[in-house]
């Protein structure tokens, strides 16, 4: 049973481009929230999806904005790309179903640097 | 609002010694409390989490117990081992499906 998978792994940008972020969940798993981690800090939420809707939303600009498939997989994009942006960017999938406090299972992350 | 605060790091110590690793937390309501571990290279991985007030949780020899009273949920283990080494976040989840990450606490231990 294949966990979270995302990619890239790792990703280089310059600033003013745009970057999209993929993650597939965890199979059984209908939900994929995704968190920012700048280096050396915890995660920080930036949104989540259901049924290919945004459910909840983080401190973020709208420059930060996401998608989801109908099969459940995801994607990040964040455009206008700011040195600030620079981090590991996580994705998280759980099953909406079996309640608010399911436990959320992470993928590795892709490294985003932005120069 | 809602924010978690971890004792500083980096944790160095030596292997068979005891850890504990302090987590306070602020939050409204009855939030539940949890333990992450990040292994170099890896994503984060549930560690251990607790529900309720009084609630301790527990996996591979770390406990950790849900203090109302103190809102602090600090991580123990008895005896660490090197493959302990890892960076150890503590989180909150005050609304469903919306963690809120402490800044981590990076331990190594050395053989």
């Known amino acids: 049973d294949a966990g979270v998978t995302q990619s890239p792994t790792h990703l280089i940008k310059t600033r003013g481009q745009q970057v999209t972020l993929r993650c597939s969940p965890k199979?059984?798993?209908?939900?994929v929230s995704w968190y920012q981690q700048a280096l050396g800090q915890g995660p920080q939420f930036i949104f989540q999806?259901?049924?290919?809707?945004?459910?909840q939303r983080g401190n973020f600009p709208d420059r930060f904005s996401g998608h989801q498939f109908p099969n459940y997989s995801s994607e990040l994009n964040v455009n206008a790309l700011l040195l600030g942006d620079s981090a590991l960017y996580l994705c998280?999938?759980?099953?909406?179903?079996?309640?608010?406090?399911?436990?959320?299972?992470f993928g590795p992350g892709t490294r985003l640097t932005v120069l | 609002g809602n924010s978690v605060t971890q004792m500083e790091g980096p944790v160095t110590l030596s292997e068979e010694a005891f850890l504990t690793i302090n987590c306070t937390y602020t939050?409204?309501?009855?939030?539940?409390l949890f333990w992450y571990v990040q292994y170099p290279g890896e994503g984060l991985q549930l560690l251990l989490k607790?529900?309720?007030?009084?609630d301790k949780g527990s996996n591979k020899g770390f406990e950790a117990t849900y203090r109302k009273e103190t809102t602090s949920f600090h991580l123990e283990k008895g005896s660490v081992q090197v493959s302990d080494s890892a960076v150890y976040f503590c989180?909150?989840?005050?609304?469903?499906?919306?963690?809120?990450f402490g800044q981590g606490t990076r331990l190594t231990i050395n053989p």
């Open positions: 998280a999938s759980s099953s909406w179903t079996s309640g608010p406090y399911n436990e959320q299972f």
């Open positions: 199979s059984g798993h209908d939900t």
């Open positions: 999806y259901y049924e290919e809707e945004e459910r």
């Open positions: 939050a409204t309501g009855y939030p539940s």
């Open positions: 607790a529900t309720k007030a009084d």
């Open positions: 989180a909150l989840w005050p609304e469903a499906q919306k963690l809120v």
